[in-house]
C-alpha cells in the first residue's frame, strides 16, 4: 500500500547492537522503514522492542551500526535533537503529563511550533501573543483528531488509562513528526477503544506519517501494518507481510503458539 | 620529605573519621535515597556526648566513647523512626527538607545547652607524641586511627557477613524486590539510619578530643561527608573509606602547601572537579531517568 | 475578585510608608521585600524545573560582593602578575554588574551541574556556595576578609544636570525594593507562564517525555538558572546597599534555609508562593524575638519546616486556592468548566 506509492527510506537500521552491562540487548539488526509505511515491531516480552525504541529516539546508545534517518545519521544525537528531526515516539508506561490538563499536555507537546524568542517572552511583544494564539489553536485541532476535546480541561492523569494513550498520542502528534513510533499504544485500551485507535492510525497514515508500531495486541499488529518485523533475543527472526510473517514457523515458535495463533 | 610524611601521618588519622563519617552517609544516602542533613549533628552530638560523660560525669573515657557511639545509633533510629518512616516513598527533595528541619534544631538545641564556646575534651593518653624518625604523632591520633580502623572493618563484616547487611545489600539493589521477597524493609531502613548515625557519632567522638567539641562542627562534617560521597560512589562503602582518606590528603597537602584558610575548600573543589570529569563515572549507580 | 487582586494588592503595597510611620516594621519590610525577591528567584528553579539550589544564597552573595567592590572600588594584584585598580561607579552600575555577574555564575553553574541532577544538583550548589564563602573570607586583598567591606555607598536617583538624590531614606529605599520586586515577579511570570514554562514544567515532570518531544534539557534548565541565579545576585546588590556593610556570614547556608522555608511554606511552584511565605518567614522573628533567643527563634524555623512538610506539603497558596475553588465548583457538574474553557477558547477563534 504506502510503500508501494513512495519508495523512499526513511528509517534504516544497519548492523546495530546493544550491550546492557555485558548483555546483549539487541545484537545485529538491521532493518529498514520507507516513508509512509506503517511497520509492526514485534516478539516475545524481552526480545529487544522498547530497546530498539530507546536506540532510535537517542535514550540508549548503540554498541555499534548505524541508524539512520533520512539519510542524517542518528547515533549520538540526543532525544530532543533526534525529536527535531522528525523522529517523534510515545512511552510505553509514563505516556502523559498527569499534572496538566489534557489541552496543556498538548500545548507542551507543540513546543517546537512555537515563534516568539526569550525576548518576545519576556517584554511581551507581539509575536508573543500570536504565537500563543497559533499553539493554541492548534492543541484545539490535534485534540479533536484524536477524539480528546471534550476532555481538555482535565488533568491528564485522572483520565481512564486508555485515553492517556490518546493523550500520549496527542502529545506526539503535536510535535509534527514525520515519523511516529507507539510504544504499546493499545495496552490497556478495551476492544471497542482498540478499533477506534486503528482507525486513528489509518488517519494519521492518510497524511503521510511514516509509523514504526511496537505492539502485543496481534490483531491490532496484523491489521494496522504493511509489514512487520519479528525480534526475539535482540536477533530478527522474521520479516515481511503480515500474512507471511503469521505462517513462519519461526514466529510460530518463539511465541509458543500464542499470540500469532491467535492472530 | 618529612615534612610531607607528617601532613600523609595527620591525613592519616583525619582520614580514618572520614571514611566512617562518609561510611554513615553513603548507607543511607545509597540505600534509603535520603539527603541526610543531620549526620553532622550526629557527628557533633557524639563529641559533645564524650565530653559530657568523660568530663562532667567523669566516667572513664574508653566507657564515655562507647556511650556516644551506642547513643548515636539510638539516636538515629529515633530520627528515623520519627520523621523519616511516615515519609517512605516520598521525593528526595521532601525528606531532606526534613533533615534539614531536624537539623536547625539539633544544633540550635546544641548551642542552647553548651553555648557557642568550644569544649575541650581531655583524655588519659600521654601528652608527649611518639616520635619515629622525623615524624611524630601522640598516641591519642594512634587511638583514634586505630578505633576508625576497627569501626571500617566491623561495618564491612556487618554488611557482607550477617542477614541484616545481605537485607540491606539486596534493598541498596532494588528494594521493592528485596520487599516482594519477604524482607522487612522498614526495619533495615532503621537500622541503616541508627548504623549510619552511629559511625557519624563515632567519628564525632573521636575527633572531639583531637579538636575541640563546638556546635557549629557539624555543618562542615555533613558538607565533607557529602564530598566523600560523591567522591566515592553512592552506597559505595569502600568508595567512601577510600573517599574518605583521599579528602583527607587532599585538605592537609592543600593546607600545607596551598593556604591553609582554602582547607575546608577542598572538598568542594573535590565534588565539583568529579562532576566536571566524570558526572556518572565515578558514581556506583548512575540516577535514573524518566 | 482574582482579577483586583493584584491591583488591590499593589495599592497597599505602593501606599505602606503613607500609613505606615514606624521605621522599625519599614526597616523589617525593606529585609523581607530583598528576601522575597530572591525566594522568588530560588522558587523558578525550585518550584518550576523542579531543581533545588541548596547554593542560592551564593548568587545573593555574590550580587552583594559584586554590587559593593564596584561601588566602592578595590586594588589587587592577580597572581603576583596584573594590579587591578578600579575606581568607585556609581550604585547602580553595581546593582547591574552584581546581577549580571551572579547570571555568569548561574549560567556556570547550571553548566555542570546539570549533567547530574536531583541529589547531586543540590550537592553541587551547596559546594559551590561554600567555595565563594571561603574564597570571600580569604580573598583578603579583595574582599577585605573578615573585616568586611564598609560604607558602601547608598543608589542614587537623578539626572544629569538636575542633581542627585541618595536613598538614604527608608520609604524611597522601600520603593526600589518594591519596584525590582514588581520587575522580577513581571519576569518570573512571563516566563512561567509562556512556552517556555512549560517546557521547564515538563521536564521536572517527566524528563523522558519532555525529551522526546523534541525539549532541550540543558538548555531550559541552564535559562532557569540563569535568570534565577541574576535575580538573586539583584537580591544581593540591594542587600549590600541598604545594610552598607557586607562580610562573609552573607553567605550563611542559614539564609538558603530561609529562602527554602519561604518558598515551601508558600508554596512552590506558585508565583504568590514566595511573597506570602516570605512575608510569613521576614516578620515571624520580629513576632517572636520579644520572648525568644535567637536559638529559639531558629528552632522555630526548623519545627515549621517539619510541619509544613508533614501537613501542608504543598504549600500555603495551593492549599488556599483548592480550598477557595472547592467552595466554589460546589453547585455545578463535572464538565462545567471542561465546556466553558471549552466554549471561551472557541470564541477566540
Known amino acids: 500500500m504506502g510503500q508501494a506509492s513512495t519508495n523512499k527510506q526513511a528509517l534504516s537500521l544497519e548492523h546495530v547492537s546493544v550491550n546492557f552491562g555485558g548483555l546483549r540487548a539487541i545484537a545485529d539488526v538491521s532493518f529498514e522503514v520507507q516513508d509512509g509505511e506503517v511497520v509492526g515491531l514485534i516478539g516475545p516480552n524481552g526480545a529487544g522492542k522498547t530497546t530498539a525504541f530507546n536506540l532510535i529516539t537517542g535514550f540508549v546508545r548503540a554498541f555499534a551500526g548505524n541508524i539512520l534517518y533520512h539519510g542524517t545519521q542518528l547515533n549520538g544525537l540526543r532525544p530532543h535533537e533526534i525529536a527535531a528531526l522528525g523522529l517523534v515516539r510515545t512511552f510505553q508506561r509514563t505516556s502523559v503529563f498527569p499534572n496538566n490538563t489534557v489541552f496543556e499536555n498538548a500545548l507542551i507537546g507543540l513546543h517546537r511550533r512555537g515563534r516568539s524568542t526569550l525576548w518576545d517572552t519576556i517584554l511581551a511583544l507581539p509575536r508573543e501573543r500570536t504565537s500563543e494564539k497559533e499553539l493554541a489553536d492548534e492543541a484545539w485541532d490535534i485534540l479533536r483528531t484524536v477524539g480528546l476535546d471534550m476532555r481538555a480541561s482535565e488533568p491528564a492523569g485522572s483520565l481512564p488509562y486508555g485515553e492517556q494513550r490518546l493523550v500520549g498520542v496527542a502529545l506526539a502528534l503535536a510535535a509534527k513528526p514525520s515519523m511516529l513510533l507507539l510504544d504499546e499504544p493499545v495496552s490497556g485500551m478495551n476492544a471497542s477503544e482498540t478499533v477506534k485507535f486503528m482507525k486513528l492510525i489509518e488517519a494519521i497514515r492518510a497524511r503521510g506519517m511514516t509509523i514504526l ?6 490483531r491490532m499488529v496484523m491489521g494496522v501494518s504493511d509489514r512487520v518485523v519479528v525480534l526475539n533475543h535482540g536477533q530478527i527472526i522474521a520479516e515481511g507481510t503480515p500474512a507471511v510473517v503469521q505462517r513462519n514457523p519461526e514466529v510460530v515458535q518463539a511465541y509458543l503458539g500464542r499470540g500469532a495463533a491467535r492472530a | 620529605m618529612a615534612e610531607f610524611l607528617q601532613h600523609l601521618v595527620n591525613a592519616l588519622v583525619l582520614g580514618g573519621t572520614y571514611a566512617l563519617l562518609g561510611i554513615g552517609l553513603t548507607l543511607i544516602f545509597g540505600i534509603m535515597r535520603i539527603v541526610n542533613f543531620t549526620h553532622g549533628e550526629l557527628f557533633a552530638f557524639g563529641a559533645y556526648f564524650v565530653y559530657l560523660f ?63 564556646v568550644a569544649k575541650a575534651i581531655t583524655t588519659p593518653f600521654p601528652e608527649t607524641p611518639l616520635v619515629i624518625g622525623a615524624i611524630s604523632v601522640s598516641p591519642l591520633r594512634v587511638f583514634v586511627l586505630v578505633i576508625a580502623l576497627v569501626l571500617i572493618g566491623g561495618t564491612y563484616a556487618l554488611i557482607h557477613r550477617t542477614k541484616l547487611g545481605m537485607g540491606m545489600r539486596a534493598t541498596f539493589q532494588d528494594s521493592e524486590t528485596a520487599e516482594l521477597m519477604g524482607l522487612n524493609i522498614r526495619g533495615i531502613y532503621t537500622a541503616t539510619f541508627s548504623i549510619g548515625s552511629g559511625l557519624a557519632a563515632a567519628a564525632g567522638a ?7 567539641a563546638a556546635p557549629t562542627m557539624g555543618d562542615l562534617a555533613s558538607l565533607k561527608a557529602f564530598a566523600i560521597v560523591i567522591l566515592g560512589g553512592l552506597g559505595n562503602i569502600t568508595g567512601a573509606t577510600i573517599g574518605g582518606f583521599l579528602l583527607a590528603i587532599i585538605e592537609e597537602l592543600g593546607a ?11 572538598g568542594f573543589l573535590i565534588i565539583i572537579a568529579v562532576l566536571l570529569v566524570k558526572p556518572t563515572g565515578l558514581f556506583a549507580r548512575a540516577e535514573r531517568i524518566g | 475578585m482574582s482579577r483586583y487582586a493584584p491591583i488591590f494588592w499593589l495599592v497597599i503595597f505602593l501606599t505602606v510608608p503613607l500609613w505606615l510611620k514606624d521605621q522599625y516594621f519599614l526597616h523589617v519590610l525593606i529585609i523581607t521585600g530583598i528576601f522575597i525577591i530572591a525566594a522568588m528567584s530560588l522558587n523558578l528553579l525550585l518550584g518550576f524545573t523542579g531543581q533545588l539550589s541548596l547554593g542560592h544564597i551564593a548568587f545573593f552573595g555574590i550580587g552583594a560582593y559584586a554590587s559593593s567592590l564596584t561601588s566602592v572600588g578595590f586594588d589587587v594584584e ?22 549580571a555577574l551572579a547570571g555568569f555564575c548561574g549560567f556556570l553553574i547550571g553548566k555542570l551541574s546539570f549533567k547530574v541532577r536531583g541529589a547531586y544538583f543540590i550537592i553541587v550548589t551547596l559546594s559551590f556556595a561554600e567555595v565563594t564563602r571561603l574564597v570571600a573570607l580569604n580573598w583578603v586583598e579583595l574582599t577585605q576578609g573578615p573585616m568586611a567591606i564598609n560604607n558602601v555607598p547608598p543608589f542614587t536617583v537623578g539626572l544629569p544636570g538636575l542633581g542627585y538624590v541618595a536613598l538614604w531614606n527608608k520609604a524611597y529605599y522601600y520603593y526600589l525594593v518594591l519596584f525590582i520586586a514588581i520587575l ?12 517556555i514554562g512549560r517546557a521547564m514544567v515538563a521536564l521536572k515532570e517527566n524528563e523522558s517525555l519532555a525529551v522526546s518531544i523534541g525539549i532541550d534539557v540543558t538548555r531550559y534548565l541552564i535559562l532557569g538558572a540563569v535568570v534565577s541565579a541574576a535575580l538573586a545576585g539583584a537580591a544581593g546588590s540591594l542587600y549590600a546597599h541598604y545594610v552598607k556593610i557586607i562580610d562573609p556570614d552573607v ?28 512575608l510569613i518567614f521576614g516578620f515571624l522573628p520580629v513576632a517572636v524575638r520579644s520572648f525568644a533567643s535567637p536559638e529559639v527563634q531558629w528552632m522555630i524555623y526548623g519545627v515549621f519546616m517539619i510541619i509544613i512538610v508533614f501537613v ?23 464538565t462545567g468548566p471542561a465546556l466553558a474553557s471549552l466554549a471561551t477558547s472557541r470564541k477566540e477563534d
Not at chain 2, 600545607?256 to 577542598?266: F, K, N
Request: hydrophobic content about 55%.
Open chain 1, 213 to 218: 508500531l511496537v505492539e502485543h495486541d496481534m
Open chain 2, 54 to 116: 568523660a568530663m562532667l560525669l567523669g566516667f572513664n573515657f574508653f566507657i564515655a566513647f562507647a556511650i556516644a557511639v551506642v547513643g548515636g545509633c539510638l539516636l538515629g533510629a529515633a530520627i528515623e523512626f520519627i520523621l523519616l518512616r511516615p515519609l517512605r516513598g516520598a521525593d528526595i527533595e521532601t525528606t531532606m527538607l526534613v533533615t534539614i528541619g531536624a537539623w536547625i534544631i539539633m544544633q540550635n538545641t546544641e548551642l542552647l545547652v553548651w553555648g557557642g
Open chain 2, 206 to 212: 573521636l575527633l572531639g578530643p583531637v579538636f575541640l
Open chain 2, 256 to 266: 600545607g602547601y596551598i593556604s591553609s584558610g582554602y582547607r575546608d575548600a577542598m
Open chain 3, 78 to 99: 592577580l597572581f603576583g602578575v596584573v594590579r587591578v585598580v578600579h575606581k568607585p561607579w556609581p550604585a547602580v552600575a553595581g546593582l547591574i554588574i552584581g546581577t
Open chain 3, 184 to 195: 522580577a515577579y513581571i519576569l518570573i511570570a512571563r516566563l512561567v507562564g509562556s512556552r
Open chain 3, 251 to 278: 553567605f550563611h547556608f542559614m539564609y538558603t534555609v530561609t529562602m527554602i522555608i519561604m518558598v515551601i511554606t508558600g508554596g512552590k511552584g506558585t508565583l504568590a508562593g514566595p511573597i506570602v511565605g516570605g
Open chain 3, 312 to 334: 501542608l506539603p504543598q504549600g500555603i497558596v495551593p492549599a488556599v486556592t483548592q480550598w477557595i475553588e472547592s467552595f466554589r465548583s460546589r453547585p455545578p457538574n463535572d
